[in-house]
Every structure is written in C-alpha cells, then in structure tokens.
Nanobody
Framework: QVQLVESGGGLVQAGGSLRLSCAAS????????MAWYRQAPGKQRELVAS???????NYRDSVKGRFTISRDDSKNTMYLQMDSLKSEDTAVYYC???????????????WGQGTQVTVSS
C-alpha cells in the first residue's frame, strides 16, 4: 500500500504565493509520474501539472509561468510552488502518483486526501 500526504494549503491574498508538498510512503519501488490536480466547487477535477521520472514537466495553460512543479526522489516528495495566485486558483488540490512496487510489477495510481487552497481577491 502507498500513502500520499499533502501539506501547505491555506488562505492567501491574490498575488501571493503558496508551496504545496506531497510525500509518498509505503511499498514504492519507483514513482513513474507525480501530478497535482485540483477541483473547484461545482467543477470537474482538472490536471494542474505533472512531472515524470526524467524530470520533464507539463502544465495546464492557465498556470504556466506562475506554478512550478518539482520532485525530490530521495524523499519521494513532490512540490508545487504557486506564485501570483488568482482567485480562480481556489480549489482543493490533490496529489496523484503512479508507482511500481517491484522491479517487475504493474503500475498503480494513488491519490492524496487533498488540501484546500483559497485565494481571496
């Protein structure tokens, strides 16, 4: 079993910054991809940013230039630095990871419990 624990959410004024963290623990052999999703009230969950094992990153257009995703494989931890926050960034942010549990194993997807980010205008 794998656990993902997010931290770093909170209330911030528009234009401010927050840094989210996601720590993975448990039966992990390798982390194939880690990602941040978010879900605002009444809306579908959407991909915010992702990072694969090579370090290549991907961002949704609305956060490009403002958010930076990174990972520390020595700690099995992923980060999301969010700058120039806007009210439309308000949502619950979820950590997602695709992992393998052995040298030869299927890939498994896990979710964190979510952390609230509220941006006041």
């Amino acid at each position: 079993q794998v656990q993902l624990v997010e931290s770093g959410g909170g209330l911030v004024q528009a234009g401010g910054s927050l840094r989210l963290s996601c720590a993975a623990s448990g039966s992990i052999f390798s982390i194939v991809v880690m990602a941040w999703y978010r879900q605002a009230p009444g809306k579908q969950r959407e991909l915010v940013a992702s990072i694969i094992s090579s370090g290549r990153t991907n961002y949704r257009d609305s956060v490009k230039g403002r958010f930076t995703i990174s990972r520390d494989d020595s700690k099995n931890t992923m980060y999301l630095q969010m700058d120039s926050l806007k009210s439309e960034d308000t949502a619950v942010y979820y950590c997602n990871a695709v992992v393998t549990t052995a040298a030869i194993s299927p890939q498994y997807k896990y979710w964190g419990q979510g952390t609230q980010v509220t941006v006041s205008s």
